[in-house]
Each structure stands twice: as structure tokens, then as C-alpha cells.
């Protein structure tokens, strides 16, 4: 009887350092981020490629998700994402160039979504337009049940002449747009879900120089990149003939 | 992610056909001679539950029409060795089963009582708290506006009119210039909620000229007009 008493008691024990650690393991809140040197050594253990050299800024996008733009040996200006995870700061995603991207922070609220870039000064971006675009569309079922799609363009732009990173949290415009669309595009049978997936609006950027025309920023795209699991959506970079005008605008 | 909104209707219609199965357990109960141990007897209910169906989807609610009994057939597995235990379960076994043919009539009921109690195509059903609401422009033909007080608060004076959905998208359309567009909604309604214990979400957009609603939802668009405009600002007419 004693014996099983102290079995028991040696069990609890366990179950309750078990949750302790478990706890600890996976809920600790973050401490403070790694120092510069930690911080490259850290992008480049989990993407050799990336030869990041310099940490230029560390931007809370969450509690437990950082924003840190990079440069490399060879002047490339990177991206990575880190994560608090596992009782550690990692970097998750590591881009080699700064092209802006939508980072799902925390996936399926899109209030804490995230427009991140990192533009080379080389390309000499004075401003960038960001758009979210829904297509205009009808839909006619059984040539009776009519739908319409108004056509959705939203713009924000952002100057990056004095940096060349930086991040955007979604204007909340955006996110009630992209919420309503969540209201009405449920995956077990909605109106909608047959036409459009899951993407029910595309992003887009457009970068500008200084005299406000469009130019291709060839040094901030078509870069390796490493893939660590943090939800992201490209950017389509966009054309003027892509952008609608209001008829009575002379431009 | 999907949103869980309260939804009264099958909330209740479920509650009440729970209800009836345990009354009827209950009798059940009393009425049996040989006892089984009364817990038991409500698990092996739960487990007759179980079974192979056959389900669809109306007005995105499911509806499930049960095939085989594969509820009953565990428990009969599980007891069919022990003496005078199954006799003592069969019953309840049983009735797990007749009850999915319950919820297949509530779950029909409460489709139908959703539209008596909250009419899918009344805008007072989407817009039954407009506190908070106000406007997002979502196209650059939007103008400086906002909602007006109170614009929303009287909806009797709304008119259902046809989706004129093909109209709608080649009127705008200036064959010289492609990139020179407005748009006939453009204005996001945010913030306005459905009627309590609706669960009926949907997405508002609101005419140019701010006297038309066009209401979507998982099933069907709704287009309403109204004599006054519901936004104030630099409105052009």
C-alpha cells in the first residue's frame, strides 16, 4: 500500500513538472532579442545563402513576431522573420531581397496582418503605392439568381526615401474589406466559394521615383529566399494600365 | 477561420430536441423491468447516436438522413457476451439511433423557422445595429462622405429592385479608355450588425449616390433603394 501511495505521488509529480516545462517550453514570453552579431549568426545558420553582414532594425510586429531587415556582404538588402518559438528567437523566413510581401501574423485576423520591405537604395524608390484589389464581376445562376461584385481598388502609399525598410500594419479599411469577404465566402457551400478561392483580394505595390513615375525596382526582386512556415502573400507589382481611374479625374 | 456567430434558432430547435429524447428515455426507463445502471444507459444512448449517413447541405445548414446504425451495432459488440446486458441497453441503443431522424426534423424546422423569425431578404435582418457603423470607401470614385445620422435606423422606406448585375458591370465601361472607371458601389458599409441570434453575416456596399444598399450574403444578393441619400459629404447629384 505504501509503495503504491508513493507511486502515486511520484506521478503527480512528474505530470506536474511535465506541464511546468511543457508550459515554459512553448508559452514563455519572449526575452529580449538576440544583439546584432547573435542576430546575423542566427539568419545565417538557418540560410548560409543569405550572407547577411548587418542587422539594420528590429520591429515588433506582435508580442511574439519581430520584423528584421538586413544587409548583405555582397550589399543586398534582405528581410527575415522572426519568431519567439520553442524558448527561442528564430528566424523563420529569410528573404535575400526586400520586394514588399504580406505577412498573415496571425493567420485569419486580418487586423494583425503585415506589409513588410526591404527596397536597395540603388533602385532609388521615393514612394510606394500599395493596393488592394478585388475584380469586378457577375455571376448568373440558373439565368435567375443574379449576383454582383463591385469593384474594389484601395490605395496607401508609403515614402521610403529616408529608409529602406520598413513595415505597414494592414489600414483598417483593408482589414474590415477582407473581414466581410470572410462573412460571405464560408467554405461549406457560400455564394461565392465556387468562383473565387481562398484569395478573395490580391495585393499589389507600386514603386515610384522621385518624379512620381513608375519604375522597375530590379534590385529589390527575383531573390533567393528560405521558407520557414510564417504565412505570406506576394505582392503583384502593378502596372498603371492595372489601376482604375475615376472618369471625371484629368490624370 | 470561419466566424461563430450565435445562431438562436437551431440553438433552441437543439435544445428541444434533446429534451424530448430524454423524456422519452426517462419513460423508458421506468417502464423497463430489467434496470440497467442509469449512466450507462445515457452513454449508450450517446454512442447510438453514432451512425452512417446520408447528409447534404440546405441554405448551408446540413442536414443528415441516417443509413446504418453503426451506434447500435457497438454497443451490441460490445455486450452481446455478457449475460442480460444487452436486453437490458437495447432500447437506449435504440433511440440514439430514431433520434438522428429528430434532429433531421428540427434541423429542416429550424431553416424554415430561420426565415420566418429573421426574413433573409428584409434589410432589417443585416442591419439591425447600425451604433457603430460607418463608411470605407473601397474604389477611387468614392467622394468624401459619411453616414448621416440616423440614416439607417428607419429601413421600412427601402424598396427590394433586381441585381442588374450584367448593367452594372459594362455601364461603367468607357470603350476609349479602359483605365477610366467608377465604380456603382463604391463605398463599404463596416461595422453594422445582424439581428441578435441571426448569426446572419454579411457584406454591404453602398450606391454612388448613396440611396441604394447592395446586401450579400452566403446565399443570395439583396438590392434595395431608398429616396434619400445615406451619405452626407461632397455628394455630387
New interface residues.
Given amino acids: 500500500m505504501n509503495k503504491k501511495k508513493r507511486l502515486w505521488f511520484g506521478f503527480g509529480a512528474f505530470v506536474i513538472a511535465a506541464t511546468v516545462f511543457v508550459y515554459w517550453w512553448f508559452f514563455s514570453s519572449p526575452s529580449s532579442f538576440p544583439k546584432q552579431a547573435e542576430a546575423v549568426e542566427g539568419i545565417n545558420q538557418v540560410f548560409a545563402d543569405a550572407h547577411a553582414s548587418q542587422i539594420q532594425d528590429v520591429i515588433e510586429v506582435s508580442e511574439r513576431k519581430r520584423f528584421v531587415p538586413f544587409i548583405t556582404d555582397y550589399a543586398n538588402y534582405g528581410v527575415s522573420l522572426w519568431v519567439w518559438s520553442r524558448n527561442e528567437w528564430k528566424a523563420r523566413n529569410i528573404s535575400m531581397v526586400g520586394d514588399p510581401m504580406l505577412w498573415k501574423v496571425e ?3 486580418p487586423s494583425s496582418y503585415h506589409v513588410f520591405w526591404n527596397i536597395h537604395p540603388d533602385d532609388a524608390v521615393e514612394e510606394i503605392d500599395f493596393y488592394l484589389m478585388r475584380e ?5 445562376t440558373n439565368s435567375v ?4 461584385q ?6 496607401k502609399s508609403v515614402t521610403v526615401a529616408d529608409q529602406s525598410y520598413g513595415v505597414l500594419p494592414l489600414p ?2 483593408w482589414s ?2 477582407m473581414e ?12 461565392f466559394s465556387s468562383m473565387s478561392h481562398h484569395p478573395y483580394v490580391r495585393f499589389g505595390w507600386r514603386p515610384l521615383n522621385s518624379e512620381e513615375e513608375n519604375i522597375f525596382p530590379s534590385k529589390s526582386v527575383n531573390g533567393s529566399s528560405y521558407s520557414g512556415g510564417e504565412r505570406l502573400e506576394h505582392m503583384i507589382l502593378i502596372n ?2 492595372d ?5 471625371d ?1 484629368t490624370s | 477561420m470561419w466566424n461563430l456567430q450565435f445562431e438562436l434558432i437551431p440553438t433552441l430547435f437543439s435544445i428541444f430536441a434533446w429534451g424530448v429524447i430524454l423524456v422519452i428515455a426517462h419513460f423508458l426507463y421506468i417502464k423497463q423491468e430489467i434496470n440497467p445502471t442509469r449512466w450507462k444507459a445515457f452513454i449508450v444512448l450517446f454512442i447510438g447516436v453514432f451512425s452512417f449517413s446520408f447528409s447534404w447541405l440546405m441554405d448551408s445548414t446540413v442536414m443528415r438522413f441516417p443509413i446504418l446504425p453503426l451506434g447500435v451495432w457497438i454497443v451490441y459488440a460490445a455486450l452481446k457476451n455478457k449475460e442480460a446486458k444487452w436486453p437490458a441497453y437495447r432500447r437506449f441503443a435504440w433511440l440514439g439511433f430514431w433520434s438522428n431522424f429528430l434532429f433531421l426534423a428540427t434541423s429542416l424546422l429550424s431553416v424554415y423557422g430561420q426565415d420566418l423569425v429573421y426574413p433573409p431578404d428584409q434589410p432589417s435582418t443585416y442591419l439591425a445595429d447600425v451604433t457603430e457603423a460607418s463608411v470605407v470607401p473601397s474604389h477611387p470614385s468614392a467622394k468624401e462622405v459619411a453616414l448621416r445620422d440616423e440614416a439607417l435606423e428607419d429601413l421600412s422606406k427601402w424598396n427590394q429592385k433586381a441585381v442588374n448585375s450584367v448593367q452594372w458591370y459594362k455601364e461603367g465601361d468607357l470603350w476609349e479608355d479602359p483605365n477610366k472607371r467608377d465604380e456603382r458601389f463604391p463605398y463599404l458599409l463596416k461595422d453594422a450588425d445582424s439581428k441578435w441570434g441571426s448569426g446572419a453575416d454579411s457584406q454591404v456596399y453602398i450606391e454612388e449616390d448613396g440611396k441604394g444598399l447592395l446586401i450579400t450574403t452566403m446565399q443570395e444578393q439583396y438590392y434595395y433603394r431608398t429616396e434619400q441619400s445615406v451619405l452626407v459629404g461632397e455628394l455630387d447629384e
Avoid at chain 1, 439568381?145 to 454582383?148: A, Q
Wanted: charged share 25%; no cysteine; proline share 7%.
Fill in positions: 493567420e485569419g485576423d469586378r464581376g457577375y455571376h448568373i439568381n443574379e449576383t454582383y463591385p469593384g474594389v481598388q484601395m490605395k483598417e479599411g474590415h474589406l466581410s469577404f470572410r462573412n460571405i465566402n464560408q467554405d461549406n457551400g457560400g455564394l498603371p494600365s489601376i482604375e481611374v475615376p472618369v479625374e
